[in-house]
């Protein structure tokens, strides 16, 4: 479905011989032509929704969950701003499992990085390094001046932490209401049709070069 509603683009394939010779001209999927959700609609929540991605779960199972037709996966997708499925979608616990383990020597022992609890002027979840952590701080809590440990501040977190964490972020998209869904697919379409410019061959396609 996606594909059949993507302009195409007659593009100018220039021979070996050019320009002793005709060009010929090859017609293919304008993906170029980018449909690009605005981060600001996402709090208009009449229209959408939020949801969790399942272990397992694939953009075409969310798509028939969420719409009973597992070719809308392209409007989860593109609801998302999801370019690349390979590292835009959340992987499977098995996957996260098998990239640690053959990309890292002991991704339960190394440590990532160290992240600060919320306490003082710290916000929870800050990445600092391991001399801040070794080492002490003043920090003003409730108006009291305490000297406090780095370890007191912050905790090492391990490789297998942080990508366990950074793929749990991932789980967390929207899904457009299916009540709005054929307005979208509509208003998709009237979008990737071309205007008429000089190189206007219809509203589906158009020439380059």
């Not at 195409?8 to 032509?33: G, H, L, M, Q, T």
């Not at 959340?90 to 990239?99: A, F, G, H, Q, R």
């Not at 919320?118 to 001046?145: E, R």
């Not at 979208?184 to 219809?202: P, T």
Request: some cysteine.
């Amino acid at each position: 479905m996606f594909f059949s509603i993507i302009p195409n683009i007659s593009y100018d394939e220039k021979p070996i011989s050019y320009p002793f010779s005709e060009s010929d001209f090859v017609v293919a999927k304008n993906f170029f032509r980018r449909y690009k959700i605005s981060d600001d609609i996402f709090s208009n929540v009449v229209l959408f929704k939020q949801y969790t991605i399942r272990d397992g779960e694939r953009p075409d199972t969310v798509a028939q969950r969420a719409y009973g037709n597992v070719f809308y996966d392209w409007v989860v997708l593109l609801v998302n701003n999801m370019v690349n499925v390979q590292y835009d979608w959340p992987m499977n616990n098995y996957e996260l499992y098998k990239v640690l383990e053959e990309e890292y020597d002991d991704p339960y022992s190394e440590i990532s990085h160290y992240e600060t609890a919320a306490i003082g002027p710290y916000a929870a979840g800050l990445h600092v390094d391991q001399a801040f952590y070794n080492g002490q701080h003043k920090i003003n809590i409730d108006g009291v001046v305490t000297l406090k440990n780095g370890n007191e501040i912050c905790s090492p977190i391990t490789v297998a932490e942080n990508f366990h964490n950074e793929n749990e972020k991932k789980r967390k998209i929207y899904l457009l209401k299916a009540e709005y869904l054929n307005s979208f697919v509509d208003d998709f379409r009237r979008q990737n049709l071309y205007q008429k410019s000089g190189n206007y061959i219809s509203q589906q396609l158009k020439k380059t070069g």
